[in-house]
Structures are given as C-alpha cells and as structure tokens.
C-alpha cells in the first residue's frame, strides 16, 4: 500500500579527531604518573599547564556516507582508527578529544536528536547479567527499548489496507499486532529474534560467567546483537564481533545481519579484523582505513579495480579482504606490485587517499557529499528525540521485574546469610548471656555496651556481600546505561527496595534470639527501638558497601575500601 519504512543514512564531512597524549616514560601506568596526572588536572582547571603532550591525530580529513539496506564493512590494520569512528559516528567519542567537522543522520546533526538512542554501538566485549537466560535477556532488553514506531506503522497500513479493500492474511495480520503491543513481558518479536540468530535452541540456558557455566562464545556474540536488534534501533555500529569466534560462526553471525539489512532497510557498519572470503563477499560496501585516513570507500566489487589502478593486483591464493589489510603497509606492499618492469616505489596512505579522491568511485562520493541531505527526504520517526521511549514507571516495573529475578536465582545468598547471622546470634547469647536479674552497676553496663557494639558490627558485617553483587553488576549496569535502556534511578530503586524484606527478616531474627537472652529491657517499646536501631544499621551497611562498589569498581580496591569502612 505504499508505507516507507523509516530509514537513516549516516554522513560525515571532513571529520578530524586529535588528542593530547603524554610521550615517552610520562605516558607509563605507573603510580607516581597517576599521582602527577591528578595533580596537573587540577592545575589545568585554573589554567596552569605542566603536563609535556603531543599531538595524536587519531583520524584525518574523514569523509563517507553509510547508506541504509546495504551492508557496510569497516576495514583496516590495528591502531587506524577504526574504533574511534565508529565511536564518533555513534556519537559517544571522549569529550577530552578535539573534533572537527561534523557528522549527520538523514540532515540532522548530532546535537539536534539523540544519537545514543538513535543508533547503537556494540562492543567487541559480551557484557551480560551471568545469572539470566538468553530469553530473558533479549525480554529485558525489549521491555527498556519499547516498540518505537511499529504501532503507528501498523495503524497507517490498517487504513490504507481499509481503503484500499485489501484483507490481509491472517497469521501475518496476528503477526503484526503481536510485536506493535507495547508494555508486554515477553513479545513475539523476541522469539523471532530468537530464531533469526538461531538462539532459539538455547533461550532457555542461563548466559553465564567466568564462575558459571552458562551458553557458547559464539552464541553470546549473537546475544550481544540480538540485545539491539529486538528494539527499534535500526541504526548499529558493530565493532569486531568476529573477536575470539571461529569463521563460521562468523559467516552465520554476519549472514543474519545480512538479511535483517536487506529485508528491513537499516543500516549497518561493521568492522572486522580478517574476515574469511565468504564472509567478505556478504558485504555490499567497503571502508578501507589506514592511518586516520579513508583510502577507499564505495561499492566492494570495485575494490580490488581501485588497486590495480594503483599498480597492485591481489593474488590468486589471496584473500581480498587480507590484500586490503596489507596493501597500505610499508613492510607488506611490495609483494603486490604488479608491474615487475618498473621499480617499486612506496605508495604512501596520503598517495592512495589522493588518488581514490581521482577514481570514478570517490568522485561519485564526492559529489554526492556535496549535496546536502534533503531533511523532506527523510522519515521522522527514524531518529529519536526522546533519550527514552518507554514511560518512566514501565521502566521501573521492567528493572523490577529483573531485580526480583536476580534475587530468587541467587537466593542461596539471602538464605546462607540469614543461617550465618542465626548461627552468630546464638553464639552472641552466649558470650553475653544475662546471669543477675538486676543490673545496676558500671561492670553490667560495661557488658550490655559491648554487646550493642558488637551487634552493631556484626550486621555492619551481613552487607559486606552487597559489595561483590554490585560490582559483578556494574559493568552491565554502565551498558545499559549509555545505551539509554534506563535512567539511573529505575536501577537503584528497586535494589534498595527489595532488600528491605531481607534485611528485617534478619533483624527480626537476631533480634528474637539475643534481646531477652542478653538481659535486655523487658518493655515492648525498648525492643522495637532496638529493632529498628538494628535494621537502620543493615540498611546502612548495604547501602554504604553499594557505594564503595560503585567508588571502586574492581574487587581487590573495593576489599580493601570494605575492610577500612567495617573498622
């Protein structure tokens, strides 16, 4: 009936990324360069420079256009600048870096919608919660990114189909409906997904961890790119996923972009490092990139055409994409000279950029940058202007939802915990077990403030588990949390909130077996003051162990933090 899919094309026009970077022993990770490096920082806010820096150029004069339905491949050697493009392009580059030029989706720049949730940057690193299953994990990640504009898409082909006296088929009239509903726990369109990536044998196992026996490398790669791909962001910039996987595990990965590219018209730019021929060949268009600088970029067949032009042919037993890998580097480029006639010359990056800049490929490039994007082109819906699309109390009931989850699968935790402080208060009655019936002395009252404090420390001591639960949370905490999936407070919310049965479980616990045993006041009033003196104590401490995780972030600072905080 005529609907246009929302589409996002991706420019960027002269785009020059540089950085200041410490030389020679001074850009060492050594303790006294750190000490230094905070010294200089503040110094450098009242605008005292000590610090020696030289000047990184990380990428030069870049210039490209990423086109929707067809795939993108990003290559290049290691340290070109690969990263930061894909950083840049995704509107998440290090705001200490200098930035010029600009970089445009459908006509819009980057301060005038929301990149980060327009778009999607995928790391090379599988960052997941260990303890949920594939399934509940691409649920979650559906939940946070809502349905985007499938619903009014569906409300648009039901009138014109209305109009147009067309009835569709059933199951994809029912189809349809299912992944346009909004709010649901677990949608349709995440067992397509499923299916899509060929997860669907092992949605049910956990993702698992170092500490965890849990799915292949392979299949969290496809976990990885599922966790987008549910949402609406149709927008993806992959950063080597082939990292650590066997080539055709590689080639079905990239297979399966493939057809998501082609059949729903997104856009994707995807770096590989040493893709295999079959997986190349899945690619419609190639950036080459060496040394900050685009050497080509356009259609893949005409590649090889580029560098022959140059006076290198790619052999026979050769891969393209290890030709391309090699071809611009100083110790690998004379195996490629073609014409043995002539002598070799070193053909510089800044050469073969220049040149490309003259073949038929980058002057049709250059010509199409040179007209602007015309914005009337372009479908609103396909960019976001919104950093979230699901209400804030959907997004509170999902991370709640996930919250409740984590605790029922690490329950052995919370139940081991109460035993402890079960086992401890019954010891504590014992070293402090009343013996007189009226105490109105200073040795008895020596005897009743040691018991306190030592109360006081010992469920100081219960939250010290909250601090390893934090930090194996934190890094998918801080992904979730870029990509806009949630705000802040829908995680820590819950986290506090569901802890707060816990923990006056255990105060009730320590409670009824040491207050009257000790010798305590007798009066109802004086046992619930000291149960709840002892409950703010246990949320004190899971709160303050929470905080030092998040200080600290790795387990060895965040002990040592914990051990100072108990003394």
């Keep these: 009936v005529g609907i246009r899919l929302p589409t996002v094309e991706v420019r960027f026009d002269h785009l020059t990324i540089e950085a200041d970077c410490y030389i020679g022993s001074r850009a060492l990770p050594s303790l006294p360069n750190a000490a230094r490096n905070i010294f200089e920082s503040i110094l450098g806010m009242v605008g005292i420079k000590l610090a020696k820096t030289t000047n990184l150029t990380i990428l030069k004069d870049a210039s490209g256009v990423i086109k929707p339905s067809r795939m993108t491949l990003l290559l290049g050697p290691p340290s070109s600048g690969k990263t930061t493009l894909l950083l840049a392009l995704a509107g998440k580059l290090d705001p200490s870096l200098r930035v010029k030029g600009e970089v445009t989706y459908n006509g819009y720049r980057l301060n005038e919608f929301v990149p980060k949730k327009t778009s999607a940057y995928i790391s090379q690193n599988d960052v997941h919660v260990g303890e949920m299953t594939v399934k509940e994990t691409l649920d979650f990640s559906a939940r946070c990114q809502g349905i985007g504009t499938r619903y009014d898409l569906l409300s648009e082909l039901a009138r014109r189909e209305r109009d147009a006296g067309i009835f569709p088929e059933a199951d994809v009239d029912l189809f349809m409906k299912a992944t346009a509903m909004e709010g649901v726990e677990s949608s349709l369109f995440t067992d397509y997904t499923l299916k899509l990536l060929g997860l669907d044998i092992c949605k049910d196992i956990i993702v698992g961890d ?151 490929v980058g002057m049709r490039l250059e010509n199409e940058l040179s007209v602007p994007f015309d914005k009337s082109r372009g479908h609103r819906a396909a960019l976001a202007f919104k950093k979230y699309s699901v209400s804030k109390m959907e997004l509170l009931k999902a991370c709640w939802d996930k919250e409740w989850l984590l605790i029922k699968r690490n329950s052995f935790i919370y139940v081991f915990k109460t035993v402890q402080i079960i086992i401890v208060a019954i010891i504590s009655s014992t070293v402090f077990l009343r013996t007189e019936l009226h105490t109105r002395n200073e040795q008895d009252a020596a005897i009743y403030v040691g018991a306190l404090i030592f109360g006081m420390i010992i469920n100081m001591f219960n939250g010290f588990s909250e601090l390893s639960l934090m930090i194996s949370r934190l890094p998918v905490f801080y992904k979730q949390r870029d990509l806009l999936f949630h705000p802040v407070w829908t995680f820590t919310l819950p986290t506090f909130l569901l802890r707060v049965p816990i923990s006056i479980l255990e105060s009730t616990v320590w409670m009824i077996v040491t207050y009257y045993t000790m010798g305590f006041a007798p009066e109802a009033s004086r046992f619930f003051k000291t149960f709840l003196l002892v409950f703010l104590v246990q949320q004190m401490a899971a709160g303050i162990f929470r905080l030092i995780a998040g200080i600290c972030r790795t387990m060895i600072i965040a002990n040592t933090g914990g051990a100072l905080t108990l003394l």
């Design 210 to 360: 170092e500490m965890q026996r849990g799915i292949s490398g392979g299949q969290k790669k496809r976990v990885t790119t599922g966790e987008m791909i549910v949402g609406p962001t149709k927008t993806l910039f992959m950063d080597e996923i082939s990292t650590g996987l066997d080539s055709s595990t590689t080639y079905q990965i990239v297979k399966c972009l493939q057809q998501i590219v082609h059949l729903t018209e997104a856009t994707i730019l995807m770096s590989l490092l040493q893709p295999a021929p079959e997986t190349f060949d899945l690619f419609d268009d190639i950036i080459l990139l060496s040394e900050g600088q685009i050497v080509y970029q356009g259609p893949r067949q005409h590649v090889v055409e580029f560098f022959e032009s140059c006076g290198f042919r790619c052999p026979e037993r050769k891969g393209t994409a290890d030709f391309l890998q090699e071809v611009t580097s100083k110790k690998d480029q004379e195996q490629y000279w073609a014409d043995r006639s002539k002598p070799y010359r070193y053909i510089t990056v800044t050469e073969f950029a220049n040149k490309f800049k003259r073949f038929d």
